[in-house]
């Protein structure tokens, strides 16, 4: 299976990506995860100015076949959600590192960032599984 | 040919593998002598003669069908119609059990779905599910859907001292261990009004009943404004409601509640000694994924054929886990389906019929009540049951009823409400003939002032 990988953007070991745009963090999952999920249905978004923390269940993704929790990867308030995934919770599946994002947050700490897998250890990571 | 399907060989190497010798050791905790004790048995008899001593035994107890009844508090006498029991005796539906297979179950889940949509038009709410236990349980499961409303930030929950006994204590009975307040319900005669008061923004729900435990309506305009102030908070309205009254009343869907909940038994479910039965629970539709129970939905298969479904299931617990929204996924199947039924023979017409005769023979009872010297009614906006102050206690007055005219008299609101000495709750419904009613209010003066 070949999965899509955006270069830009740090993974978690838990699928989760970020990417640093202008001070802030855009949040969402991965290729790999949203194909283990299949089609998704519902995304229930953390509400605006909610307080993520760095591996804590931030949100809850449902598909057709499950509801699996997001963890936060990395700390921070957030600031924009994606309210498109209301009506067109597809996104997630169609564009995963585009269109289907979930979350902005400003970082409470950018170190956070660096610590998590770059895009070549993430992928060695989806090659193992 | 041998039921059980270990080997004594089989026995021997289990016994072997705990340290034990023979079975018999097992049983050393049991003094000997009752071990094997002698039954006393009566001799064995026909099944004509165990017929007829059963048919005996309940003949001793005095039922609504042959026994004037003003009692209800909760469980209520109405008149079943033949149909309802033909339905719900019909082999293909005859199981307590909800489906899991869409693919065999197909009229189950049509019936299910009917019965939600006569429920939500009955409330006046967007969705309702599949049904819960009873009235108690939806109390409950209300309860919990506000604290998930809430992400369980809000931690006080609001009951009014109206709603029924048996629902708030299993409302703590669920909620216990959570860290939470329940509150509202200490002053026993607080009204909507200070209900309201104890709204914060802390609170993620407030819980009232109309027609209340004592027959009261919350006036449309009070339970309107108690949504308002509710709302303010960010907290949720729940009301539980007598179905029945719905057929004369304004549904509390229209007035504001968020979530409307109640005892179903009173539409087509024999009281039966207090259940089986079943809880009604609908609610807004964009609370949807945070509801409890299950749900029933219409779709379309591969053909485009209608076909019928258990939906929004990723909320329960078998695919959510410790993270569902309750812990039941199953219904009363069977109660909601007489409930149907019977939504179905009386129409709307006849529901409402039924409502208007149960308002005007507890009317007709109150008025002839309140003439009696020694008796008060208490004053008020009531449905079908009111209280009546009488001038000695309340079970005293019931032994007298029935020994003397076999009559069995209303509820002893003492035995719920300590400070609620000689007051009887006493419930008419359809089935009360005016003679009844004529003779339950002579012998009241008869028992009351001797």
């Known amino acids: ?129 | 040919m041998s039921f059980i399907p270990n080997t004594a060989a089989d026995r021997d190497r289990m016994l072997e593998a705990i340290g034990v010798s023979a079975v018999g050791d097992l049983f050393r905790d049991v003094p000997q002598e009752h071990r094997f004790p002698r039954l006393e048995l009566l001799p064995a008899v026909s099944e004509q003669e165990i017929l007829k001593e059963l048919d005996d035994l309940a003949r001793r107890n005095a039922d609504c069908g042959h026994t004037p009844c003003f009692l209800g508090a909760g469980a209520y006498h109405h008149f079943i119609p033949s149909v309802v029991d033909f339905v719900v005796s019909r082999s293909e539906f005859y199981t307590a059990y909800t489906p899991y297979q869409p693919e065999i179950s197909q009229g189950t889940l049509q019936a299910i779905f009917e019965y939600q949509s006569m429920i939500a038009r009955l409330t006046g709410m967007e969705v309702s599910n599949a049904s819960h236990y009873d009235g108690a349980t939806s109390t409950a499961e209300a309860v919990i859907m506000a604290l998930n409303v809430g992400q369980h930030q809000r931690k006080r929950v609001v009951l009014s001292p109206g709603v029924h006994p048996h629902y708030r204590e299993v409302v703590r009975t669920y909620t216990q261990g959570m860290g939470l307040q329940v509150t509202g319900d200490e002053k026993p005669d607080a009204g909507p009004d200070q209900t309201a008061g104890l709204c914060d923004s802390s609170t993620a729900c407030v819980v009232v009943q109309s027609p209340d435990f004592f027959g009261r309506i919350i006036a449309p305009s009070a339970l309107e404004d108690l949504a308002k102030k509710v709302h303010a908070c960010g907290a949720l309205l729940v009301v539980a409601v007598n179905p029945i009254s719905l057929g004369l009343l304004i549904p509390p869907g229209e007035l504001g509640a968020d979530v409307v909940v109640g005892e179903g038994q009173a539409l087509g479910n024999a009281m039966a000694f207090g259940g089986p039965s079943l809880g009604f629970f609908a609610f807004r539709k964009d609370q949807i994924r945070r509801s409890s129970g299950r749900i029933a939905g219409e779709s379309t298969d591969r053909a485009g054929s209608r076909g019928y479904v258990f939906t929004l299931s990723t909320r329960e617990q078998h695919i959510r886990r410790d993270k569902a929204t309750s812990n039941i996924c199953t219904n009363q199947s069977l109660n909601a389906l007489a409930a149907a039924a019977y939504l179905t023979s009386l129409g709307p017409r006849g529901l409402r019929r039924v409502a208007e005769l149960c308002w005007h023979k507890a009317h007709y009872a109150a008025a002839g009540i309140a003439r009696l010297p020694g008796f008060t009614v208490e004053p008020g906006e009531f449905f079908h049951e009111f209280v009546v102050r009488c001038p000695r206690g309340v079970a005293e007055l019931n032994r007298r009823l029935y020994d003397r005219h076999g009559i069995i008299g209303g509820f002893d609101l003492v035995t719920q409400y300590p400070e609620r000495k000689n007051c009887m709750l006493v419930c008419c419904t359809e089935m009360n003939s005016r003679d009844e009613i004529d003779r339950f209010v002579s012998a009241l003066e008869e028992a009351g002032n001797e």
């Open chain 1, 1 to 129: 299976m070949e999965y899509r990988f955006d270069e830009k953007a740090r993974y978690s070991k838990t699928h989760e990506w970020v990417r640093v745009e202008g001070g802030q963090a855009v949040i969402g999952i991965s290729d790999y995860a949203q194909n283990k999920l299949s089609d998704v249905v519902f995304v229930e978004l953390p509400a605006l100015g909610k307080e993520l923390r760095a591996g804590a269940a931030c949100m809850v993704i449902e598909s057709v076949k499950a509801a699996e929790e997001v963890f936060a990867p990395v700390s921070g308030a957030v600031v924009s959600r994606n309210e498109k995934l209301e009506k067109a919770p597809e996104l997630v599946n169609k564009d995963p590192f585009g269109d289907g994002w979930l979350v902005k947050v400003t970082l409470s700490d950018p170190r956070e960032v660096d610590s998590l897998l770059d895009v070549a250890a993430y992928r060695k990571l989806v090659e193992t599984l």
